[in-house]
């Protein structure tokens, strides 16, 4: 079997040379090449031998009454994550830290209206460790590379951290079984911002499911295909070209959770039904190397890119539930197709699809409804969270404005709301498991000519009674949690 992992470390050595602490952890999480061949055993052997220590599914911590919160990475999402949190009431953004000490500038910028002032911590690649241990902080947001989630979220948990982490919440197997077990043992919330199940028309399919409108839901199409190029090859988008080299050292689907994310919610995987096993195929990289090797030819900074073997381009994994419903994931980041996030799912006795634009939805007669039953139904299957939301735009007498299509400020004032209320939060460490594990899951069947590997089952049974948790109706009430502005 041929894969880039050992050059992978080769790599990140050399690059190591330059900089940085990033790849200290990034090489960490690539996990030696005969445990990887053997990733279906070692996948059965713990499962066996995993027993669940306290079922988080559907738990709710103590009432917290001002949220006081420390973030780790202040780079781009980091730092508009900043923005976003600042405009809900009752929290405190009172730490943040960065290998970058430069990488403070935006947050400091974005803060500097608000009565937001952290205290930066930096000058190592651990310095975050001493913020964790702060005794006055409730909450870490973790917003570094993908690769370094898992490690920081378990510390975090251990400091006695609830963890709230960008997405995916791990990147290999062994870092899921990780997340689950600290935060049983640790009865801290872990939970990854799959902020995509947050937007309006994915919150209204959702309530849609609850409500039994598709009868039972048969598959779902999902993707994140999005052209990334221009940022993976900028020099100074992200740090340490960490998403290059994640294209340069990986197979598989490296970005999985937002086309995953709103299907599995709607299919209650780890609550009534789980992720049973998966393929995956990826096609060949069409352009990532060439357009390395272009630039290399006037820029020597490119050099070492230009001797990486990319993922290919377009990367789909087929996934099968144990209810027997199947999901279709795929991942484009480089291709210059339009943004194309899918969310296609079908049931026995109705569908709808988000993209391409306009969004749809058909009442199971062979037809999409036309704009005006569509609307009627958007408004009749809007959950609660859309309407507090439109209070709150009553309320200051504006639109309300946030990233990604409003999902961002209604997921950050639901996880604010609910720590403050001593509610269930919306996803747990089970989903950011299952989402996760697909990633290492995915490059292990690409590299074994798409033989199919099964999800482990996080739950360690309990999916079989657990009851869904993503609260958009508010049926579990809300606190005294307002938006700003
Ligand atoms: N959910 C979404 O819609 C969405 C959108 C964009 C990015 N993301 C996710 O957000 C995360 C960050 O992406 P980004 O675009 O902000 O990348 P970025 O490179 O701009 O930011 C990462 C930051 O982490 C810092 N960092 C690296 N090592 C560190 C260490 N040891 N200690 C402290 N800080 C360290 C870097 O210096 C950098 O400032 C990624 O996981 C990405 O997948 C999610």
């Not at 990887?36 to 917290?64: D, V």
Request: proline share 4%.
């Amino acid at each position: 079997m041929k894969n880039n992992r050992r050059d992978f470390l080769k790599i990140a050595g050399l690059a190591g040379l330059s900089l940085t602490a990033a790849n200290t952890l990034y090489a960490q999480t690539v996990v030696d090449e005969q445990d990887f061949n053997n990733l279906p055993k070692r996948i059965e052997k713990y499962q066996k031998r995993h027993q669940q220590h306290f079922n988080m599914s559907g738990y709710a911590a103590p009432k917290i009454d001002t949220v006081r919160i420390g973030i780790i990475g202040t780079g781009n999402r980091g730092s508009h994550h900043a923005g976003t949190i600042s405009r809900v009431s009752d929290v405190e953004i009172k730490a943040a830290s960065d290998v970058l000490p430069e990488r403070f500038e935006k947050i400091k910028k974005t803060l500097e209206e608000t009565d937001h002032r952290p205290e930066f911590y930096s000058g190592s690649d651990e310095a975050w460790k001493e913020m964790c241990e702060r005794s006055d902080l409730d909450l870490i947001l973790i917003t570094t590379p993908t690769f370094m989630h898992a490690k920081m979220a378990v510390y975090a948990m251990e400091q006695g951290k609830h963890v709230i982490t960008e997405v995916p919440a791990a990147v290999t197997i062994d870092e899921c079984w990780e997340l689950v077990k600290t935060s049983e043992h640790t009865k801290k919330h872990c939970m990854m911002m799959e902020n995509y199940s947050f937007m309006p028309f994915q919150m209204t399919t959702l309530n849609m499911a609850k409500q039994g409108f598709f009868g039972e839901i048969v598959h779902g199409d999902g993707a994140y295909n999005t052209s990334k190029m221009g940022n993976n090859f900028s020099k100074s988008l992200y740090s340490d070209m960490w998403w290059l080299r994640m294209y340069g050292s990986r197979r598989g689907n490296i970005y999985p959770t937002h086309g995953m994310g709103p299907i599995a919610q709607m299919m209650n995987v780890n609550r009534g039904d789980r992720l049973d096993f998966m393929v995956s195929v990826e096609s060949k990289d069409f352009m990532m190397k060439e357009k390395a090797k272009e630039l290399a030819k006037d820029d020597p900074f490119f050099e070492e890119f230009a001797k990486m073997a990319y993922r290919g381009n377009m990367s789909s994994m087929l996934i099968k539930t144990k209810q027997g419903r199947t999901l279709n994931i795929q991942h484009d980041a480089t291709s210059p197709s339009p943004h194309n996030l899918i969310h296609g799912v079908y049931g026995t006795k109705g569908s709808v699809l988000f993209d391409p634009a306009p969004h749809r939805i058909s009442t199971g007669n062979h037809k999409w409804a036309d704009k005006k039953t569509h609307d009627e139904l958007m408004e009749k299957f809007k959950p609660g969270l859309l309407h507090k939301f439109e209070d709150f735009r009553r309320g200051l007498g504006a639109d309300i404005k946030s990233g990604h299509g409003g999902s961002d400020l209604i997921n950050v004032w639901h996880i604010i709301d609910c720590l403050r209320s001593g509610l269930p939060l919306d996803q747990d460490v089970y989903d950011a498991a299952a989402l996760s594990a697909v990633v290492e899951l995915s490059e292990w069947s690409v590299l074994n000519n798409s033989s199919s590997i099964k999800v482990p089952d996080f739950t360690a049974g309990a999916w079989k009674t657990n009851k869904p948790n993503m609260d958009i109706n508010l049926e579990n009430g809300s606190g005294t949690t307002t938006v700003l502005s």
